[in-house]
């Protein structure tokens, strides 16, 4: 769909509009009484929340490569309908296909109260079922106000059950990494993929100084960011999720990423709403699972 027709079927004046962004892709620009926000149609990817008054909540690559078949770096990538490697076939994308898939935009609505709601879809086609052969239904709900709050609503329309993973890999703007510290998470177990899976036990509160990559378990908590540099909280909580994954490339990682650059470690962490490890979700026939996160600020 092209940009002027997308701004004749959905735009509304003082809540949204559409525009040609990085890599001539589709966005759609959000800007309400309480914040504004960017979002790629390219992935469904939200690449930028602000609430008005505050420094912007997510990190983004300043070198991403917006293409057709790559995923943006940065933001709240779309991971579905598995988290990391495929679990029987290494060949398969990592994180699946949503992220890199092209979604149609079918609602946009100015709420009463000043919010902006998105509402986009994926269904099953050709190239999907070459990846992973059953039909579905994506949605992806994004509600843009003070708090962003997003919703990832899988939809099962096979006549056979099927197992589905996923998570919104979301990326936080910080001051510097050395500095922040990350609560919610104290005495979780984590699977540390940086040493062979083992399982270990979260003391205390979360810092960082090395590179971190793990999977939480039975998390329900909300995570809190307390980022002094920023002089903000960043609360994370999720729904339809049992597992949280922490993460930071650190310095020797963030050289090998051609689309990282080299120092953003410093200042970015990811706290993402996940289905992974144990916490994968088996579906019936005509049933759904959504997933969800909903990101707030406080000045501290």
Request: charged letters at 25%; glycine letters at 8%.
């Amino acid at each position: 769909m092209m940009i002027n027709e997308l701004n004749r079927k959905f735009g509304i004046e003082g809540h949204v509009s559409f525009q040609t962004g990085t890599g001539d892709l589709a966005k759609a620009v959000v800007t309400n009484q309480r914040a504004s926000a960017e979002i790629y149609l390219h992935g469904a990817h939200v690449t930028s929340f602000q609430p008005h008054g505050s420094t912007p909540v997510l990190w983004l690559s300043d070198i991403a490569e917006y293409e057709s078949e790559k995923a943006i770096r940065g933001g709240i990538p779309v991971i579905w309908p598995w988290f990391g490697p495929h679990p029987q076939d290494k060949t398969k994308p990592q994180h699946g296909f949503a992220r890199v898939s092209e979604w149609e935009l079918f609602d946009t609505t100015g709420l009463p109260d000043g919010r902006t709601r998105l509402r986009l879809q994926l269904k099953d086609n050709v190239a999907t079922r070459t990846l992973w052969p059953h039909p579905f239904e994506l949605e992806l709900n994004i509600t843009v106000g003070a708090r962003l709050r997003i919703e990832l609503t899988s939809r099962n329309t096979d006549q056979e059950t099927v197992e589905i993973g996923g998570a919104l890999h979301t990326y936080f703007n910080i001051g510097d990494i050395t500095q922040i510290t990350i609560e919610g998470l104290d005495g979780r177990e984590y699977f540390d993929q940086l040493d062979s899976h083992r399982v270990k036990l979260q003391n205390g509160s979360i810092s960082i100084s090395e590179e971190v990559d793990r999977i939480y378990l039975d998390t329900v908590n909300e995570c809190v960011i307390t980022d002094p540099n920023l002089k903000r909280k960043i609360r994370v909580s999720a729904a339809g999720s049992r597992t949280t994954v922490i993460w930071n490339p650190w310095i020797d990682k963030s050289q090998r990423m051609a689309d990282f650059p080299d120092e953003g470690y410093r200042t970015m962490v990811c706290i993402e709403a996940t289905n992974a490890a144990d916490d994968i979700y088996r579906v019936p026939p005509g049933g759904e699972h959504t997933l969800s996160q909903t990101i707030s600020t406080e000045h501290i």
